[in-house]
């Protein structure tokens, strides 16, 4: 993951990035939650099911380029395919791409476990001379 990112975004900009993950998230928790509550055939739940994962991995800011990639995908590519609400499709599919592109932010379980670590090296004066 660091690889990926220079740095984990805090401050105002890391609350943003929060902020965009967990709207973006619920948005697909809830939609997916309708679409599965129908009874659909096994066949038509996947997409919903995948919607869902990848919005519980966006709120928790865990596999943040994975979970944004995959929503950018499947979501734009409904937005083309499906006449149903094309244009919430193509929103969230584009805030997918923005938040798998930036990041999840410094509030994310992303940060914490691959984000920079500080190291308090001790001080000069208490290495010990003996040679």
């Known amino acids: 993951?660091?690889?990926?990112?220079?740095?984990?975004?805090?401050?105002?900009?890391?609350?943003?990035?929060?902020?965009l993950r967990v709207v973006v998230g619920t948005v697909l928790l809830v939609d997916a939650g309708l679409k599965l509550?129908?009874?659909?055939?096994l066949q038509a739940t996947l997409i919903p099911a995948a919607l869902a994962?990848?919005?519980?991995?966006?709120?928790?800011?865990?596999?943040?380029?994975?979970?944004g990639t995959a929503v950018a995908g499947i979501e734009i590519s409904q937005a083309l395919t499906s006449a149903h609400d094309p244009l919430?499709?193509?929103?969230?599919?584009?805030v997918?791409?923005?938040l798998?592109?930036?990041?999840?932010?410094?509030?994310?379980?992303?940060?914490?476990l691959?984000?920079?670590k500080r190291i308090e090296a001790p001080p000069r004066g208490s290495r010990s001379n003996a040679h």
């Open 88 to 94: 919430v499709c193509l929103m969230t599919g584009t």
């Open 53 to 67: 994962g990848s919005g519980l991995l966006l709120i928790t800011g865990l596999w943040t380029p994975l979970a």
């Open 96 to 98: 997918g791409a923005a």
């Open 114 to 116: 691959f984000g920079w």
């Open 1 to 19: 993951m660091q690889r990926l990112y220079s740095t984990f975004a805090g401050g105002w900009p890391g609350a943003g990035l929060l902020l």
């Open 37 to 41: 509550s129908r009874g659909l055939p």
């Open 100 to 112: 798998a592109l930036l990041g999840p932010g410094r509030l994310s379980v992303d940060a914490q």
